[in-house]
């Protein structure tokens, strides 16, 4: 079993910048993959971006260019770094993490609120 608690939401200015952190807890050293979600009101959740425990990344077509997710592995920790944010941008931020041998998420966090200003 695997907790995740997000942080680092918050209200930014349109055109700035925040950097999400999910902390993993239990066990671990199951972990083949962890990415980020975001659900904005009245819309559909949807994979912002992913990680593996390798290194491989992927992201939405949305936040190309803008958003990089990245992994530290010592610290069981995944970030997201968001630059020149836009108000669509606003939404609840969850935190997912897949165990081995899973072809699903198995583990979410309780999101954090990103809200961008225009």
């Known amino acids: 079993q695997v907790q995740l608690v997000e942080s680092g939401g918050g209200l930014v200015q349109a055109g700035g910048s925040l950097r999400l952190s999910c902390a993993a807890s239990?066990?671990?050293?199951?972990?083949?993959?962890m990415a980020w979600y975001r659900q904005a009101s009245g819309k559909p959740r949807e994979l912002v971006a992913a990680i593996t425990s390798g290194g491989t990344t992927s992201y939405a077509d949305s936040v190309k260019g803008r958003f990089t997710i990245s992994i530290d592995n010592a610290k069981n920790t995944v970030y997201l770094q968001m630059n020149s944010l836009k108000a669509e941008d606003t939404a609840v931020y969850y935190c997912a993490a897949r165990a081995k041998s899973s072809l699903h998420w198995d583990s979410w966090g309780r999101g954090t609120q990103v809200t961008v200003s225009s």
């Open positions: 239990g066990s671990t050293f199951s972990i083949v993959a």
